[in-house]
């Protein structure tokens, strides 16, 4: 069993910055890729980055890349997502998962999630 909770969403402006935390407890942190995802409103949930257990890959969607960084830190157990200019259609909230493996992450074949946490951008 795999334990996640994020933080670090909130209401930002256009073009703005965040960074987002998803903590882990339960089996060896350092054993599994963790991925981001979101889901808008009334839309259906989206992947948006992935890294593997070490850090030394990572993979984005195209309508984050160059925006969003994915990097974690396995001491501290954690996965952040550093969220650079910022759209009002990145509004959404935000999940991190344990994914089945690094490559299903795209396509959403995850074990764990978490809660969620809110990111509003306003225009």
């Known amino acids: 069993q795999v334990q996640l909770v994020e933080s670090g969403g909130g209401l930002v402006q256009a073009g703005g910055s965040l960074r987002l935390s998803c903590a882990a407890s339960?089996?060896?942190?350092?054993?599994?890729?963790m991925g981001w995802f979101r889901q808008a409103p009334g839309k259906e949930r989206e992947f948006v980055a992935v890294i593997n257990w070490s850090g030394s890959s990572t993979f984005s969607a195209d309508s984050v890349k160059g925006r969003f960084t994915i990097s974690r830190d396995n001491a501290k157990n954690t996965v952040y997502l550093q969220m650079n200019s910022l759209k009002p259609e990145d509004t959404a909230v935000y999940y991190c998962?344990?994914?089945?493996?690094?490559?299903?992450?795209?396509?959403?074949?995850?074990?764990?999630w978490g809660q969620g946490t809110q990111v509003t951008v306003s225009s």
């Open positions: 998962a344990v994914p089945r493996s690094y490559t299903s992450a795209p396509s959403g074949v995850c074990d764990y």
């Open positions: 339960g089996r060896p942190f350092s054993s599994y890729a």
